[in-house]
């Protein structure tokens, strides 16, 4: 639904870096009658009696500079995570519409998203170990005749979801990317269709430009130009139509229609471009829009509620143009790294403080974390989740009158959280010293385009890490905190969401989510106040209602790809019962309990007894034998406010719970299903999975953690909602044997002196009391 800064790429190119570390890596094949794989699937015998040798060159390197990002090239030029180029797309985009039947398909094909076909966690490990820097062979599970090595990584795979808006079909094309370079020298595509499935039954997610050409529908429709008219509007410039999906309330909304019912605003003024136009929702309209055909279906004006009366508030732009003055009396705050940033980055391989990882991107998802590993001492690297991204949000609002109860917006599955995602800008989106990720995608005809600064990746001070002064010698050690982060922010509609994932030196990964942006709005009657929101200018309330995103962990702590030795366990603090073991009625204890299965794994939190579920490796213990493990930290939360009977919960059902553990699947990718959009399955996706109470006890575990906020709007909230804050907190929990903050050096620390404090500006007068406002303060 947003507008983003988004580049049109007319043709392919080949990205640039500054070279950096490099070398080169000889990998031997010892001589075996065993065949070696072939990546394509063929196989290929190996000679016996000589040894094959596999030379890895990647570019020369040059240390030219301490300052600045280190950046590196890379020995192959895709690593099998790196998100799609646009070459990529453009070859997969060219290869199924080739393979069209007839002229009248392919022109109309719809491309809804074109993504990377992730492969499997050992062509990952193996790609790992020996195609790209840095090279690491330890990856590989040891074997008694050593592991096969082939002579160079897969063919790529894209995955298509393609809607026909003739036919009104989705289906799913499987890719194959060969030498996709010949397109950059102006020559055929060189992609091969794998496989093409129709998919019955289902709606894939909506596009811009399909919401731009349905608002241009409405506003041109006789009988809305009319109500408009109604209500003192002749100027079509000054409405705003947001087409919502209309989720799944009936038969009615059965996707053999693909359907759209839009919210209606209304601006004062056509020359304001940073106006808040949903300060004046439209009442009344009911519009229901064939967004295959783009011809509206059903129209309604059922009541005549007056627009808001324009508030001088209701804008967000600078305060005097509000009749307010802004604040004067901020003075520069400057983030510095004189040396350039303490991380390193190879194309999208990122390496800080121990922490090394890679960095991806979906249409749906946004960004994706691959490859989470900590480089511990003799240990070497040692893996803790291979796959980490929020998969869905689901935002339910809780006013039973016509149009809000049907607002319960699957932002992921509906629209696409990396497809609305913003071009960020340093200063204001991102503070210090910054590396950039760029974003390509398919627009809705095929075409490509780039959403420049996509992914931010920068260093934070983050405060104290860990201090203690001997109060004896009067001697304090501190360690100041830093945080490696990498974000994105997107808008659907009024709302800004930005999605955090926070490195930090001392194991924990934070993921956060900050909320902003502009209510959702409802006009009223004059007089008249709803109980379901907040009255917030007159004629003019903000209905209460809920955020929830699910985040999902394919952990994979001390465990190499292929490895199945995780399991989850529950901890409770219970308080002792009263007796010969508690004679003082002070004695609590951490109460553990093994998570055998998907079902027994359904679970929700609960503050008052201090609730967390810990990820253990079952074949690691640490110096003190126990099982090396990391804990999963809920922060607030909270579970839908709806009765069961819900509507948008027969599509939701994963929020009936806070965790779900599941065995990774291939295939089990998204909560509700991969088409949620007037989904009419009850219960699809992750509550459907789990009832095959599949083992979790000794697996390949993936976390799925469903986190929320309640939202009861202030008048603080208007015109524009401060951002709020929600997360959970991944942390080590017996992984290390000693805390890695210990190694954190010291900050040069200086002592306060009277030349650096800040002189006390306070005008000194006299009070009531006789006091001088000078000494209150102090």
Request: include cysteine; proline fraction near 8%; charge should be neutral.
């Amino acid at each position: 639904m947003a507008t983003t800064t988004k580049k049109t790429t007319p043709s392919p190119s080949t990205e640039s870096c500054v070279p950096g570390d490099g070398g080169e890596s000889i990998i031997r094949r010892e001589a075996a009658s065993a065949a070696v794989p072939d990546w394509s699937g063929e196989d290929q015998q190996r000679k016996k009696d000589s040894p094959v040798v596999a030379l890895i060159r990647p570019e020369p390197s040059s240390n030219a500079a301490t300052k600045g990002i280190q950046i590196t090239t890379r020995a192959q030029t895709s690593h099998p995570l790196d998100p799609l180029s646009a070459a990529e797309i453009s070859v997969a985009v060219a290869t199924v519409r080739a393979a069209g039947a007839t002229p009248e398909v392919r022109d109309s094909m719809r491309f809804v998203e074109v993504v990377l076909l992730e492969p499997d966690k050992h062509v990952v490990a193996l790609a790992d170990a020996y195609f790209f820097p840095p090279f690491q062979p330890s990856l590989l599970p040891r074997t008694k005749g050593g592991p096969t090595i082939p002579s160079k990584p897969p063919p790529r795979r894209a995955r298509l979801v393609v809607y026909n808006k003739k036919s009104n079909e989705t289906s799913i094309w499987i890719v194959e990317l060969t030498q996709v370079h010949a397109t950059t020298r102006g020559g055929h595509h060189r992609g091969k269709v794998i496989s093409s499935t129709v998919v019955p039954d289902v709606q894939p997610p909506m596009d811009a430009a399909e919401y731009a050409e349905c608002e241009a529908v409405v506003k041109d429709y006789p009988p809305f130009r009319d109500a408009m008219k109604k209500r003192g509007i002749e100027d079509m410039d000054l409405v705003m139509v947001d087409p919502w999906c209309v989720g799944y309330h009936s038969e009615a909304d059965a996707p053999s229609r693909r359907l759209a019912k839009p919210l209606i605003f209304c601006r004062t003024e056509s020359d304001c471009p940073l106006e808040n136009g949903y300060a004046r929702p439209v009442e009344g309209i009911h519009v229901l829009v064939d967004m295959q055909n783009m011809v509206v279906i059903e129209f309604e004006d059922s009541k005549l509620v007056p627009l808001p009366p324009a508030d001088p508030l209701r804008n967000y732009t600078p305060g005097e143009t509000r009749g307010g003055v802004d604040r004067s009396d901020v003075k520069p705050l400057q983030i510095v790294q004189p040396e350039g940033p303490s991380f390193r980055v190879r194309g999208r391989y990122v390496e800080w403080q121990k922490w090394n990882f890679r960095v991806g991107f979906t249409p749906r998802e946004g960004l994706v974390i691959h490859s989470v590993a900590y480089v511990d001492g003799s240990r070497g690297r040692r893996p803790i989740a291979h796959r980490l991204s929020f998969v869905e949000m689901v935002v339910p609002y809780g006013d039973p009158n016509d149009p809000h109860y049907r607002k319960n917006a699957f932002d992921a599955g509906e629209d696409g959280l990396g497809k609305n995602a913003h071009s960020l800008k340093k200063g204001c989106d991102c503070l210090g010293y910054i590396k950039y990720f760029d974003a390509h995608l398919t627009n809705f005809t095929g075409g490509v385009e780039t959403i420049e600064n996509c992914v931010c990746l920068h260093e934070e001070d983050h405060g104290v890490l860990w201090k203690h002064q001997d109060w004896r010698t009067g001697l304090a050690e501190v360690r100041r905190s830093r945080r490696l982060t990498v974000s994105f922010i997107c808008t659907v509609a009024n709302y800004e969401y930005g999605f955090y994932w926070h490195f930090y030196q001392d194991g924990k990964i934070e993921a956060e989510v900050k909320l902003t942006g502009i209510l959702s709005l409802g006009a009223l009657q004059p007089g008249e106040s709803r109980k379901y929101g907040t009255t917030i200018a007159p004629g003019l309330y903000a209905p209460v209602h809920q955020h929830f995103f699910v985040a999902r962990m394919d952990m994979a702590v001390d465990s190499k790809p292929g490895e199945a030795n995780n399991q989850v366990v529950e901890v409770n603090l219970r308080v002792e019962e009263p007796g010969k073991d508690n004679v003082h009625s002070n004695a609590f204890y951490a109460e553990e309990t093994l998570l055998r299965s998907e079902l027994e794994a359904m679970r929700d939190c609960d503050p008052l007894s201090a609730r967390h579920w810990i990820v253990r490796n079952t074949r690691t213990v640490n110096r003190s034998g126990q099982l090396t493990g990391y804990k999963l930290v809920p922060g607030s939360n909270c579970l839908p406010l709806a009765g069961p009977e819900a509507k948008f919960l027969r599509r939701a059902a994963f929020l009936k719970h806070n965790l779900w553990v599941t065995p990774y699947a291939r295939g089990e990718d998204f909560p509700g299903g991969e088409f949620p959009n007037q989904n009419p399955r009850v219960g699809e996706g992750l509550a459907s999975w789990v009832k095959k109470n599949r083992s979790v006890e000794e697996n390949d575990i993936v976390l799925w953690y469903v986190f929320g906020i309640t939202h009861v709007p202030r008048l603080e909230d208007w015109p524009v909602m401060p951002v709020e804050h929600i997360g959970f907190m991944l942390q080590p929990h017996g992984f290390f044997n000693c805390s890695p903050a210990v190694d954190v050096p010291p900050n040069a620390c200086e002592m306060d002196t009277k030349e650096n404090d800040v002189k006390d500006n306070v005008v000194a007068k006299p009070t009531s009391a006789g006091l001088l406002s000078k000494d209150l303060k102090r």
